[in-house]
């Protein structure tokens, strides 16, 4: 059985900044770190910040240069550095990883960035 969870989220002022920490474990033969995703209520999900096959990063436009992803693969983690961040980043922030050969998500963890 395999487990993904998720830290770091929360209560955030705008120009603030999070870090954001996904972990992977249990049955795992392979793996791989695929990204972030958030979902803003009443939203559908959305891409945030992903690795390509060949190894590099894709961002969302919106976050771009104020969000940084990055992995851990000695670890099974993946990370989001979030700075500047603005209202508009509020949402439920979800990790994704590659494991068996499967996609897996996590359950997701809240960020709200509010005065």
């Known amino acids: 059985q395999v487990q993904l969870v998720e830290s770091g989220g929360g209560l955030v002022q705008p120009g603030g900044s999070l870090r954001l920490s996904c972990a992977a474990s249990g049955s795992i033969f392979s793996i791989t770190a695929k990204g972030w995703y958030r979902q803003a209520p009443g939203k559908p999900r959305q891409l945030v910040a992903v690795f390509t096959l060949g190894g590099s990063t894709n961002y969302a436009d919106s976050v771009k240069g104020r969000f940084t992803i990055s992995r851990d693969n000695a670890k099974n983690t993946v990370h989001l550095q979030m700075n500047s961040l603005k209202p508009e980043d509020t949402a439920v922030y979800y990790c994704?990883?590659?494991?068996?050969?499967?996609?897996?998500w996590g359950k997701g963890t809240l960020v709200t960035v509010s005065s």
């Open positions: 994704k990883f590659g494991i068996n050969g499967m996609d897996y």
